[in-house]
């Protein structure tokens, strides 16, 4: 069966998805017997549309973002049009703005008003009004997959819907940022201050020039909200989130820790107290029995503790453009396979 | 939906899997819409069947084993008959036999032409005969699904067709047997031979008064074959794989590996060269920076490779029958789930 994709925002990771369906797009075929076709791609200034099929090849040498969608629309003298939704899936790759989730709102509201299923990356429009869209896309009948915005590469959602699918998870705990693990190793391991390990970070193309939603704790706040909301039950918002950054971690505390063989970590955790569900995001001193004491450097992991199945861990995953592609690729897959 | 369940092989696993649905079906019908209701049980001496449902509640205060389905039929004066195949799933639960995977095979076979989909916790029938059991419910239209088989509650099959879909994997590594890992821990941190870490485990009650299969490699390997023809496409069987035991482990070579600072896994290995994919279990020695290294006693462990994704690795899941049932319990929800 053939499913027609849009995708918001055009930055690298929605170019690496581009550039995954070229090079998958047959497998999955043959695999899923899923034929996939982009027909729209909606970038800051305005939304290229082919009803045939945008020309995924040329697109790809044009580089990114709304520049790429211009010379685009000029070499195949198409025009530059205002958002429209048509087809059977929103893949939104939007920059996460967790002000007031926005451009992705609107468009998942008018995505789901035209019947169409929602794939995120982005954080933004879920962490802002989770359950809103949720009941939105529930009474259209529409569905919303967002791995990509979960940790991308490293299996989360998954893990908790379908491998614990029919458990009791009593407790989720995760290192669910690349950028603030790498900084908390680098300080630990090469003994850097936490401004020099940022401005390596930065050097090293892994934190972005404005760091605050990595080092503050907000990234992975908004990660463990949806994990939440999602597996758990809850109906929080980052408001319900005790949430401190590794920003204040002085050198004292980790040579301390060092020194006891520990590790810090910035941890983001859920469990259950007294029939609620706390969720904590916090540096943790942690030693060499738990389970993500070796999960160092850029990489993610996350763990499950359940009554039925013991406790569940999950390490690794590409912290990269190309890995949350592939993740919002799965996602796509997992929407429309047959079994 | 009413979902009708025959259960084949009434061990400690299926005992385990009957109370689970006892204390979580009222769950899974409010979450999945999905409504249990077990109609058959059959056991080596024939089985019992009541069309309006078992009564659960009564059955498990019997034990396990046949003697357990005789007490039930004499208790509510119902007749022990030959196995007959009705409803919408069989849950095998037998013992693994590999030499001709019955009684396995053929209660696939019949469930299969009855319209029935499987999910098994068995070995022998996939092992034995894997690509003919797929031709066979594909000609039908059921599905099978065996997480139950692949390592029980680690996610293993999961991870390969749900978080990884898309992607293209090029290695698969596991710990895939806890008796042998138990054993293997033993000798290395205890000191002990081999003959006495395997009375050890016995007295544990972790492996079994046969334990060739675990420490032969054979489990190993026939969990190997079912990852690799699910995800790798193979279409191998158990002589394809290139298997050693870790019974003639030395203490010798076991000090000689803990003073490098290095450990000794049994792993279960796949992985592509020239076009070919390679099975094998062995014993190999591993560092501390191979992510299955902190894996030991009865734990578990496997890690996929990908192209798209970089390396994810997942650990841990109870070892015992209740992770076992509840792995089945997950599959068969994950087959009736809608979204």
Known sequence: MQKKIMIAGYGSVAREFVRLILSRSKGIKEKYQIDLLVTGIIGSKGMIYQSEGIQLQELVDFGTGSDALLLYSQHFEIPIIDPRFEGDVLIDCTPTNLENGEPGLTYYSQAIRSGMDIVSVAKGALVHSFKEIMLEAQTKGT?????????????????????????????????????????????????????????????????????????????????????????????????????????????????????????????????????????????????????????????????????????????????????????????????????
Not at 178 to 200: K, P, R, V, Y
Not at 235 to 263: A, C, H, P
């Open 143 to 339: 569905r919303i997959k967002y791995s990509g915005a979960t940790a991308a590469a490293l299996p989360t959602l998954d893990i908790g819907e379908y491998s614990l699918a029919g458990t009791t998870i009593n407790r989720i705990e995760g290192i669910l940022n690349g950028t603030s693990n790498f900084i908390l190793t680098s300080m630990m391991d090469d003994h850097l201050s936490f401004a020099e390990a940022l401005q390596l970070a930065q050097q090293k193309g892994i934190a972005e020039p404005n760091p605050v939603l990595d080092v503050k704790g907000f990234d992975s706040a908004c990660k463990l909200l949806l994990l939440s909301n999602s597996l758990l039950g809850t109906d929080y918002s980052l408001k319900d989130i005790k949430i401190r950054g590794i920003d204040e971690v002085s050198m004292e505390e980790m040579l301390n820790i060092k020194q006891k063989n520990g590790r810090l970590k910035l941890l983001a955790t859920a469990y259950k107290k007294e029939d609620q569900v706390v969720l904590e995001v916090t540096p943790c001193e942690i030693h060499s029995h738990h389970l993500l004491f070796n999960v160092n450097g850029t990489e993610k992991g996350v763990l499950f503790e359940t009554s039925e199945m013991g406790t569940i861990c999950c390490t690794g995953g590409a912290s990269n453009p190309k890995g949350a592609a592939a993740a919002a690729l799965k996602d796509f897959i997992n929407l429309y396979r047959i079994g």
